[in-house]
C-alpha cells in the first residue's frame, strides 16, 4: 500500500492469512478489516467507494492481537494450565477474564493474546482444545 497510512481494525483483528478489505477512513488513512467483518458490510451499504483492495505485506515477526473465548468444565488449575500453555508457546497474554458458573460448574475464559499469523492461532487453538476439561477453545467473531 506504499506510504498510506493503515492501521488494523480494532473490530475484527485481522491476522495474516486472513481475507482482508481496506477502508479508507476520514483522516486517519486506511483500516485494514477481515473481509467477513460485520462493519465491512455496513459500508458497503454506507460507502461502497471508500472500500479497496488490500494484500498482506511480507513484514516478519510482525504480532497482531487476536481474541479467544475458552469454555471448560471448571476444576482447580485450569487457569494456571491455560496460561503454561500460553507461557510454553512464547504467546503474549494482554488481557484476560474468567468467570467460574458454580452452577453449572463450568468456566468462560476471554483473552486476547498476540499472534504472528493463522498458522500458529490453529497450532495454539488445537493445543488449548486438548487440555484437561476444555470444552472449546475457538477465536472470538466480532
Not at 493503515?6 to 483522516?27: E, F, S
Request: glycine share 8%; with cysteine; charged share 25%.
Amino acid at each position: 500500500m506504499g506510504n498510506l497510512l493503515t492501521h488494523m481494525a480494532g473490530c475484527c483483528k485481522p491476522l495474516p492469512g486472513d481475507r482482508i478489505v481496506g477502508y479508507i477512513t476520514q483522516g486517519r488513512g486506511v483500516s485494514v478489516h477481515r473481509a467477513d467483518c460485520p462493519r465491512v458490510m455496513q459500508f458497503q451499504e454506507e460507502a461502497p467507494q471508500r472500500i479497496i483492495e488490500v494484500d498482506w505485506g511480507a513484514a516478519e515477526g510482525d504480532r497482531f492481537e487476536v481474541d479467544l473465548a475458552i469454555e471448560a468444565y471448571d476444576r482447580q488449575g485450569l487457569l494456571r494450565d491455560v496460561t503454561e500453555l500460553f507461557a510454553n508457546a512464547r504467546t503474549n497474554v494482554l488481557a484476560i477474564n474468567t468467570l467460574s458458573n458454580k452452577h453449572t460448574h463450568t468456566a468462560t475464559m476471554r483473552l486476547t493474546v498476540e499472534i504472528t499469523d493463522l498458522g500458529s492461532l490453529a497450532k495454539l487453538l488445537e493445543r488449548l482444545n486438548r487440555l484437561k476439561n476444555v470444552i472449546s477453545a475457538a477465536r472470538l467473531n466480532r
